[in-house]
């Protein structure tokens, strides 16, 4: 029997990305064995070599016995050689026509699938809905040449058990109906379901620079040509990176998630399933506490009674949620129905109250600004007035919107800002955003 280790050591220079509106950076690693010791340098056009602090990198993966038998498995394959590749991606989209299977209400009702098979002890931590097992759109890689099971879509969130704490990753993928072949390293086990799906499970580990991170996985492979791949791992949600050393989510729990039906790509998405809140975020000086889910609660419920007159919103006020910035603000946006004006709300606490000698507005700005206080030491600041908005690429129509924004400002350092944007005459007059943003309960204590 031989047992070999991949084992890889990478010295690498400052690597420096942009990432464009139309893209996005996708890099990935292919595992199996490599020869020890293999090196590779990695530096960047737009900075001198010779100014970096090149930093070793070293990863090492968990030996593998390529002669060993897999259960369920006829024969077993070695792993090819280990590579890593970087490419961008050129669109991501909810409804993307190479993907039909796919859209925004179909990955509402997978996220909620996958919510709904966490055990009742496994708490999702409290995060925007992009951190928070929603599925996003498809990563289309844009290859004509490539058939439509080329783009996945995934869904990520920090979970938590007791003292275990880490991350679980669902991926999701319309692929062909042939089983790949058992590879040594990339499952210990393959067992075929009654109904035909086909499941491989893994439990493993890897070292980076000598930080052990523990994970384990389970990939199932339906009769409708749905790849469905749930992993996790023991990566703990804390602000410096930090393994628990326990993986709050076990074999049988992921195989669960990932044999769910609502999951596979043939599954009807039931009627009226809305598609996935879209993110948002609000501007604060300087950051403030963070937010917890009593919090959201207890705001949601103050903007619940809030009386819009006429207006309708596709998305309602109470429908805060965490910023897509940091956990330091809850927000929300939404349209007006039947018109061409959006809506931002944003709560933060720990914010300065504004004095207004420091406030200078620009009078070459073209909006009328207006500043006063309240009697209980409340600020509220309004501004109103346009800007222009052209086409994709600068060469589409020219569009002039108005603005109006209102940013209430409480003693206790509460800030609530609302803006609205209308293409025509707002429905969302100045006067209701103030009501809105004074509504009693609005505060973070």
């Not at 596979?264 to 009627?271: C, E, F, G, I, K």
């Not at 690429?393 to 003693?411: E, F, H, I, K, L």
Request: charged share 20%; net charge negative.
């Amino acid at each position: 029997m031989s047992e070999r280790s991949a084992r890889v050591r990478w010295t690498d220079g400052l690597v420096v990305v942009g990432i464009v509106a139309v893209g996005i950076l996708v890099a990935g690693a292919l595992q199996g064995p490599v020869e020890p010791e293999s090196t590779m340098a990695a530096t960047t056009p737009t900075v001198e070599p010779e100014a970096l602090a090149p930093e070793e990198y070293v990863r090492v993966s968990e030996p593998v016995d390529t002669s060993a038998p897999i259960p369920g498995c006829d024969t077993v394959v070695e792993a090819e050689e280990e590579r890593f590749s970087m490419s961008f991606v050129g669109e991501r989209s909810y409804d993307n026509p190479r993907f039909p299977w796919f859209n925004g209400p179909k990955a509402t009702a997978m996220s909620d699938a996958v919510a709904s098979a966490l055990p009742d002890d496994v708490e999702l931590a409290f995060a925007a809905p992009q951190q928070s097992l929603q599925f996003g759109p498809i990563f289309d890689f844009g290859d004509d040449d490539e058939p439509p099971y080329s783009g996945s879509t995934d869904a990520w969130g920090a979970v938590s058990r007791g003292d275990a704490s880490g991350s679980v990753q669902v991926s999701v993928q319309q692929a062909p109906q042939t089983v790949p072949d058992c590879v040594a390293g990339s499952l210990d086990e393959r067992k075929t379901l009654p109904d035909g799906t086909v499941v491989d499970l893994l439990d493993t580990w890897a070292e980076i620079n000598g930080i052990r991170t523990i994970s384990r996985s389970v990939q199932a492979y339906t009769s409708d040509g749905t790849w469905i791949h749930v992993s996790a791992d023991d990566r703990a949600n804390t602000p410096e990176p930090s393994n628990s050393g326990e993986i709050p989510l076990t074999l049988p729990e992921l195989e669960l998630i990932a044999t769910e039906p609502a999951l596979r790509v043939s599954t009807p998405v039931p009627p009226g399933t809305p598609p996935p809140s879209g993110g948002c975020s609000g501007y604060t000086e300087n950051g403030g506490p963070d937010l917890t889910r009593e919090d959201q609660q207890r705001l949601n419920s103050a903007l619940a009674s809030v009386d819009l007159g006429a207006v309708g919103l596709d998305r309602k006020l109470d429908t805060l949620q965490p910023s897509d910035m940091g956990s330091d603000t809850l927000c929300m946006a939404s349209n007006v129905v039947g018109a061409d004006e959006t809506l931002q709300l944003s709560i933060a606490g720990g914010q300065n109250v504004p004095v207004e000698d420091e406030v200078r507005p620009d009078p070459y700005s073209g909006t009328q600004n207006t500043f006063r206080s309240l009697a209980d030491g409340t600020v509220v600041q309004t501004s109103a007035g346009y800007y222009g908005v052209t086409g994709e690429g600068g060469d589409g129509d020219y569009q002039q919107r108005s603005s109006n924004t209102v940013t209430v400002t409480r003693p206790g350092g509460t800030r609530v800002q609302i803006s609205a944007s209308s293409a025509g005459s707002p429905l969302l007059s100045l006067e209701l955003l103030e009501s809105i943003a004074l509504t009693p309960g609005l505060e973070v204590s």
